[in-house]
């Protein structure tokens, strides 16, 4: 396939669509533990002080994962192709799900979510990256926004099958979901960008070249910082919204697993807005600017809800989850910012480096909570983390509408 045949490729072709069913598999299976945490550990047999403390170990740890699987799957995307990715990641997780519906023990469950969060690393970068490469400059914000929107519905599915299912079943029915979609990748064709330097003599996916060349460097750190409010505002309010509105007095017990699913429902509306707004204001920048305010607002609504209801957490979680639907827009720009040699590597690093930096941010948190409590603690972790994106985001060129037919030197 030529660079002219991938201009004319449509918004709702088979690329997109299986990019977007392999992100919906990806969702579902990130946000299953945060789903079924309190349910699976207990039936483990730990008590109420073990659920946080473990809870949060593990999802740090399946992060982790994230993080390591990030730079190998983006290497192997840039060196041998974005459907290697594609095909070899799912196949992972897909797997240690299922191993995951066997275990015994925390050590165990930790394992598996860290094994699963390796082969998760590599379905969003490869692809963003895949198909940013195969629409037009002026439909790719949007193209990206369908993948994110669709995929993003995954956490609705997981929600509401674990409330039909043994924790230990969801499990396994996330790994089989990811098993058949394999089937559909056999008709995904591969970037011609990439077919243009596949044997060419140029570097691909080194992952050093980011550090070499401070130009690079500061795109590539920008990248992640702007990033960062999402996974402050799943990985901590919306997670442990359970112990929160304990805290906060709410009248009645807050379902996490809930709080989760209303979250995503807005997440994937507010993705697939974003991409069209960043395409009427022509910038990708403004639209983020107008998302973080959202994401603000919720933010703030969600530490004055002393004495409230359940209704009303659940609506703050879902005004938070919106505000946070920018996830595919700032891939998207990572994705934009660097060369055809170096994009897949960007591409899937960037979002997992935003999902790694969950241990840092539990860990800022943890350390603020003996002197400031519980409550005070999120918070000035959240006015941290808001005011570092919003920096980052002031210094981060526009990528609206940028040639993506270049080399990084």
Partial sequence: MTQSQNKTIALLSIPVLVASLGYFVDIYDLLLFSII?????KSLGLDAVQLDVSG?????????????????????????GRLSVLFGSILLYSLANIANGFVQTVNQ???CRFIAGIGLAGELGAGITLVSELV????????????????LTGAVVAYFISQTFDWRVCYYIGGGLGLLLLLLRVTVFESGMFKTIQHANVKKGNFFMFFTNWKRFKKYFLSILIGLPTWYVIGILITFSKEFGERFGIKGAVDSGRAV????VAISVGDLLAGFLSKELRSRKRALYIFYAITVLGIILFFTQQ??????????????????GFWALFVTMAAEHFGTNLRATSATTVPNMVRGSLPLLIMLFTSLKPGFGYINAAAITGIIVMSISFVALVFTEETYGKDL???EE
Avoid at 37 to 41: E, F, M
Avoid at 310 to 318: E, P, Q, R, V, W
Wanted: charged content about 15%; hydrophobic content about 45%.
């Fill in 56 to 80: 949060k170990s593990i999802i740090s740890i399946q992060m982790i994962g994230l993080l390591i699987g990030g730079i190998i799957w983006g290497v192997i995307g840039d060196k041998k």
């Fill in 37 to 41: 945490r309190v349910k699976s550990l």
């Fill in 261 to 264: 699913m209303y979250a995503y």
């Fill in 405 to 407: 037919d270049f080399l």
């Fill in 109 to 111: 469950y930790s394992l």
């Fill in 136 to 151: 037009t400059k002026e439909k790719r914000g949007v193209a990206t926004s369908i993948v994110a929107g669709i995929g």
């Fill in 307 to 324: 004495n409230g209801t359940l209704d009303g957490m659940y609506l703050i979680c879902a005004l938070m989850g919106f505000g946070t």
